[in-house]
T-cell receptor, first 114, second 114 residues
């Protein structure tokens, strides 16, 4: 069974600071996704990482994937209040029925304090 | 135009009742899903349909029955509601493109069982 672990689960940080959210997964996969969820809202796709060494950046967020370490990181640079949300990573398997099924981590609730 | 729409957005009902949640997508995607998000924000897949056919059916009580009349619709019917069914239910759709399976989520349906 594919397991996806995120840490930390809760993160409170000051505006202007940098931090990294980690996503570890238990079986071989080369497809990883990051989503954002604002309170009371739906999930919005942020990044899709499809190969070892993939790096994607959007504004103050940068995601990377190391398939050998089974690790993805979401790095936040100079945080601003608008980044406050819950961030989920999700992983798919590499073969077999349901190989595109996403398994989600538990989410990291980020609070950026002015 | 809303890409994935769910109704109702809120549902409050008594234990033992039967209720349905409807979902429609206008993205032309082949695959649709139901996810359950509990009070701790943990997201778990319940069902997945591809072109009206069930392809994923996780360990979900038989009281939950999905129905897909066509590939643009996936409804969820719940019989004999229990307190533990209280959660937010998200419908999603996707189309695998270049090896990526990015889900588009609906706004969610918050079910409260009293």
């Amino acid at each position: 069974e594919l397991k996806v672990e995120q840490n930390p689960l809760f993160l409170s940080m000051q505006e202007g600071k940098n931090y990294t959210i980690y996503c570890n997964y238990s079986t071989t996969s080369d497809r990883l996704y990051w989503y954002r969820q604002d309170p009371g809202k739906s999930l919005e796709s942020l990044f899709v990482l499809l190969s070892n060494g993939a790096v994607k950046q959007e504004g103050r967020l940068m995601a990377s994937l190391d398939t050998k370490a089974r690790l993805s990181t979401l790095h936040i640079t100079a945080a601003v209040h608008d980044l406050s949300a819950t961030y989920f990573c999700a992983v798919t398997g590499i073969s077999g029925a349901g190989s595109y099924q996403l398994t989600f981590g538990k989410g990291t609730k980020l609070s950026v304090i002015p | 135009d809303t890409a994935v729409s769910q109704t109702p957005k809120y549902l409050v009902t008594q234990m033992g009742n039967d209720k349905s949640i409807k979902c429609e997508q206008n993205l032309g995607h082949d695959t649709m899903y139901w996810y359950k998000q509990d009070s701790k924000k943990f997201l778990k897949i319940m069902f997945s349909y591809n072109n009206k056919e069930l392809i994923i059916n996780e360990t979900v009580p038989n009281r939950f029955s999905p129905k897909s009349p066509d590939k643009a619709h996936l409804n969820l019917h719940i019989n004999s509601l229990e307190l533990g069914d209280s959660a937010v239910y998200f419908c999603a759709s996707s189309q695998v493109t270049s090896g990526a399976n990015v889900l588009t989520f609906g706004a969610g349906s918050r079910l409260t069982v009293l």
